[in-house]
């Protein structure tokens, strides 16, 4: 076979690939590009905010929000995003009116109400947190497919591993994307302000 035949060969074949590809895409490709991707992260939960008041994923409807779950014993991790989160919810100026943020403790044992509102004291306003009991705990952190485990030190205390992901979250409740925090506070303003 002649060395234009060969050529001749595998490119037939490497149209003929491409065909299959494009007709694959047109058979499982999505036909609203604008529709929202559905997701199994988040759900409905019932917990209390640092106030003591009873707060569900229905009172977050309406706007987008952000989601972090950390704990108040946190040496670095959980301080750090919050500081982060408040700098966002900064630049957005009267527009954080139009979102949310929300810290949900992994901790329950340790973080009540009142522990919550004085951690929290030294972030923005806008940022709320929620505690429940264990089982109601668990449950919002398996539905938002976070990981939190108790980790014993010495001594009898304890620390808590735990995921460090923001989730973004958008007026329906729906996930939407992981939220970097790990840029400019303006550039991440901006990002949050196309979901208002």
Excluded at 74 to 98: H, I, N, Q, W, Y
Excluded at 174 to 187: G, I, Q, S
């Amino acid at each position: 076979m002649s060395r234009f035949a060969r050529v001749l060969v595998l490119l037939s074949a490497f149209v003929a690939a491409a065909a299959a590809l494009a007709a694959v895409a047109v058979v499982v490709w999505p036909r609203n590009e604008a529709a929202p991707v559905q997701s199994a992260v988040g759900g409905p939960f019932r917990l209390t905010d640092q106030d003591g008041r009873a707060v569900t994923d229905a009172d977050l409807k309406g706007k987008p929000f952000l989601v972090f779950f950390g704990f108040t014993h946190c040496p670095d991790v959980c301080p750090t995003a919050l500081f982060d989160m408040s700098e966002t919810l900064r630049r957005l100026g009267p527009d954080a009116e139009k979102t949310a943020a929300i810290f949900i403790t992994v901790d329950p044992e340790r973080d009540t109400p009142e522990k919550l509102k004085l951690y929290l004291s030294s972030f923005h306003p806008r940022i709320m947190g929620l505690t429940g009991t264990p089982a109601e705990i668990e449950a919002v952190t398996k539905a938002y497919k976070a990981y939190a485990k108790k980790v014993p030190l010495e001594g009898g205390d304890y620390t808590m591993d735990h995921s460090a992901i923001v989730y973004l979250m958008d007026r329906q409740g729906r996930f939407v994307a992981p939220f970097n925090l790990k840029r400019p506070a303006d550039e991440a303003a901006a990002d949050l302000r196309r979901y208002l």
